[in-house]
């Protein structure tokens, strides 16, 4: 890929990023081609291709795009407040399997790691907040039981699981109120992609 000029705002805007190309994350994770048709220019960076995403035909892909492009940690962190925006949405195995998402998000260790990974494997259901906590589960270490032989986890499942747990969570809102609320979404990734 060649190398291009970030300005010092898209650099900073990129921060909590994977990457600051969009292009790259293409490279470095092929399997988001696999959930979204755009494909970015090969000058575009990050910031600018989730911003035309949502301003797209299918704005929908600009919380693919976060789900990925956000480094593990922060797109666990995006999802679980985009989530925790509207409680009312939210069922009992949501409730119960943010808290560890959290705890997750704030301490990252191996212990948290895995205990949201067994408590979201243990939920009888892959609601929006199961998907959230497998996300975290998947973003590093073994995704295997832990008396097994460790299985890594794949790059590209912390943003699978994320885009899975974001997007069904959306259809829970009310039509009228989608678009507004998936911009609202987009605006919460920007943000932490910027934060420093």
């Given amino acids: 890929m060649t190398d291009i000029d970030l300005s010092p705002e898209e650099a900073a805007a990129a921060v909590n990023m994977r990457t600051a190309h969009a292009a790259a994350l293409f490279g470095d994770i092929p ?45 666990v962190w995006w999802a679980h407040e985009c989530l925790q925006s509207l409680p009312e949405l939210l069922g009992e195995d949501d409730r119960q399997i943010l808290s560890l998402c959290a705890v997750w998000a704030a301490d990252p260790a191996e212990e948290n790691r895995r205990a949201v990974l067994d408590a979201a494997m243990a939920m009888p259901s892959r609601a929006p907040g199961v998907w959230i906590a497998l996300g975290a589960g998947w973003s590093g270490g073994s995704m295997a039981p832990a008396d097994s032989p460790d299985v890594p986890a794949p790059d590209f499942l912390t943003g699978r699981a994320v885009n899975a747990g974001v997007l069904s969570f959306l259809a829970r809102v009310p039509v009228d109120q989608r678009r507004r609320r998936l911009s609202h979404f987009v605006g919460m990734a920007e943000v932490l992609a910027g934060a420093g």
């Fill in 31 to 75: 399997e988001i081609a696999e959930d979204m048709a755009a494909r970015p220019a090969p000058a575009m960076s990050s910031p600018r291709f989730l911003r035309m995403l949502q301003e797209g035909a299918t704005p929908e892909e600009a919380i693919t795009f976060a789900a990925y492009v956000l480094q593990p940690r922060h797109a």
